[in-house]
């Protein structure tokens, strides 16, 4: 890893975001790829901070820093992570299952869907189902959900279904994602699609609403 990657990592462990958006405005003027410093640095860092919080060596507080820092830093890369000025697929209704307050991986899927071409309505975290159902109404033709705890996956269940008796669910495709769900849980659900990262949710969605 090089210093600068490296750099980046430590400090989004550490929360410091003025310095992470620093370090990743530098690396990218550097010429380093927007992927390897997401992949690298970021995601990288977060999955530390979880080592950390399991080990007791970190708790909510810094969880919440590091996340914050993580936050900006992908306001900086965002521009470069993503196809810009492309015509809109299909619209995509995105959200964090009620119960569950993690942003980042939605955050990152939606950007990447935007990105691609799908136009992104993000109903943002601890949403319940009948905002998903209110958002196929408003016109949304995709519904992403995304639970990041044991927890709180069971609440899918409960938007397919809310879908399902809305008498909404033939014409709406509902993907998944988040470490700890899975294809066999997707099954399970009655959802049409898993992705298990931010790229493989693009190509599931486009397959998913029959685009190129
Ligand atoms: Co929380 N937390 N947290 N946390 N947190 C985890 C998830 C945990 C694994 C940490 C650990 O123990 N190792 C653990 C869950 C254990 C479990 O249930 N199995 C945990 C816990 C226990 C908790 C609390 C219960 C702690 C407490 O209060 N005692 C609490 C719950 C609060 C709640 O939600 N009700 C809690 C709180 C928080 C903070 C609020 C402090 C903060 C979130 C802040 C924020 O999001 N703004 C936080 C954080 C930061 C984490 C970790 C450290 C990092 C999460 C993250 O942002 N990762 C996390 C540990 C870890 O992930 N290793 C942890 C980076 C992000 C890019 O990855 O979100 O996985 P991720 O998204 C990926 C994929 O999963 C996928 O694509 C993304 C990009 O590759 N993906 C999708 C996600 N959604 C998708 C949707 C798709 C497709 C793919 O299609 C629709």
């Given amino acids: ?78 521009p470069h992570l993503v196809e810009q000025g492309v015509k809109p697929v299909a619209k995509v209704a995105i959200g964090t299952v009620k119960g569950d307050l993690h942003d980042i991986g939605k955050k990152l899927v939606a950007m990447m869907l935007e990105g691609s071409g799908f136009e992104i309505m993000d109903l943002g975290i601890d949403v319940p189902p009948d905002r998903f159902v209110d958002a196929v109404r408003e016109g949304a033709q995709v519904v992403a959900l995304s639970a990041l705890l044991t927890t709180t996956m069971p609440n899918m269940k409960n938007v397919v279904e809310a879908i399902q008796q809305a008498g909404l669910r033939e014409s709406t495709r509902i993907i998944i994602g988040g470490a700890p769900v899975n294809q066999a849980y997707a099954d399970h659900i009655g959802a049409d699609g898993y992705a298990p990262d931010a790229s493989s949710a693009v190509r599931k969605v486009r397959e998913l609403v029959g685009a190129q």
């Fill in 1 to 78: 890893m090089s210093p600068i990657i490296e750099a980046i990592r430590e400090a989004v462990i550490q929360g410091q975001a003025a310095v992470v958006v620093e370090k990743v405005q530098q690396a990218l003027d550097a010429g380093e790829s927007a992927e390897i410093i997401l992949h690298q640095g970021l995601i990288s860092a977060m999955q530390r901070v979880g080592e950390l919080f399991e080990e007791g060596i970190a708790f909510v507080p810094e969880m919440l820093i590091a996340a914050r820092a993580m936050d900006k830093a992908l306001n900086v890369l965002k």
